[in-house]
């Protein structure tokens, strides 16, 4: 079903402010990862994957991996209100014995694919994916959601390589660029950049973004519709960590800072949700 840029807009900002009050409840950090992941995931949901709610495991379903697995309260919140699972499994993240917790673990809730806590992981799983849906003649899409931290690893481009090799067409990666890691800038960590090159350099087909702008995203996704593909596709989405909250957007004290009640009132008034 295919929404309208405003519509998606809005629903974007209204899933930041149910993470941000899953953060304050619950006392879980990596605040400003979700944050700036949002537009993705909304833009997946509801305007690419083909997966069905009430049929999640449905054999043919388009596959979904968060590898960048801190992020977890903005795919619970995304899955929840896409009508996944009730509300009452999502009120009851982070708590002790839930089936949600800060990190995802393969099954917790319908929609959740796999166990992403340890970074850099995603992709080789994605590539998995991928390789069996050719194999068992399967036309189902796979796609993988990076951090750019995630890059750092030696594992994400062994599977890159592998799947540029095997020619994935069906696969999908877009990194979530906001520029930071936990400890600092993710430039001045790994020299990242040209981070597009990088990836075309491994044999795939790549496009650069502004994750933040919902036309922008669907042009590149649609060239993952196209048939008979025989690269796989990787998107640059550039972000900004702790987008829509101006006192949080591009403020890495977000990567480990809980909200307090006031912060999280402040937060969800800019964001049209008091």
């Not at 992941?37 to 833009?43: F, P, S, Y």
């Not at 495991?57 to 977890?72: E, N, P, Q, V, Y």
């Not at 067409?169 to 979530?176: A, E, I, P, Q, W």
């Not at 400890?183 to 933040?212: C, I």
Request: proline share 4%; net charge negative.
């Amino acid at each position: 079903m295919i929404h309208s840029g405003d519509n998606l807009e809005r629903i974007a900002a209204e899933l930041r402010a149910e993470v941000i009050g899953l953060s304050h409840r619950a006392k879980t950090p990596h605040l400003g990862s979700s944050l700036s992941c949002m537009d993705l995931l909304v833009a997946l949901y509801w305007d690419f994957l083909r997966i069905d709610p009430e049929n999640a495991g449905d054999s043919g379903r388009d596959r979904f991996i968060l590898s960048k697995g801190h992020a977890a309260p903005a795919l619970y919140a995304t899955l929840c209100a896409r009508g996944f699972f009730p509300r009452k499994l999502l009120d009851e993240y982070g708590q002790d014995g839930a089936a949600l917790a800060e990190q995802p673990a393969p099954g917790c809730a319908p929609g959740v694919e796999w166990a992403t806590g340890s970074l850099g992981h995603g992709l080789s799983v994605g590539v998995g994916m991928a390789l069996a849906g050719r194999i068992k003649q399967r036309d189902y899409r796979t796609v993988v959601l990076l951090s750019d931290g995630e890059c750092n690893e030696g594992s994400v481009w062994e599977a890159a390589m592998f799947a540029a090799a095997q020619k994935l067409g069906s696969l999908t990666v877009l990194v979530d660029y906001n520029k930071w890691q936990a400890t600092g800038r993710s430039e001045q960590v790994m020299a990242l950049a040209p981070l597009r090159d990088k990836w075309e350099a491994f044999g795939w087909e790549n496009y650069e973004v502004d994750g933040h702008d919902f036309a922008e995203i669907r042009a590149a996704l649609t060239c993952a519709e196209l048939p008979d593909r025989n690269k796989p596709l990787a998107i640059i989405a550039h972000t900004i960590k702790g987008r829509g909250v101006s006192f949080m957007e591009d403020d890495n004290n977000w990567h480990y800072r809980i909200p307090n009640a006031e912060e999280l009132a402040a937060a969800r008034k800019e964001l049209g949700c008091p």
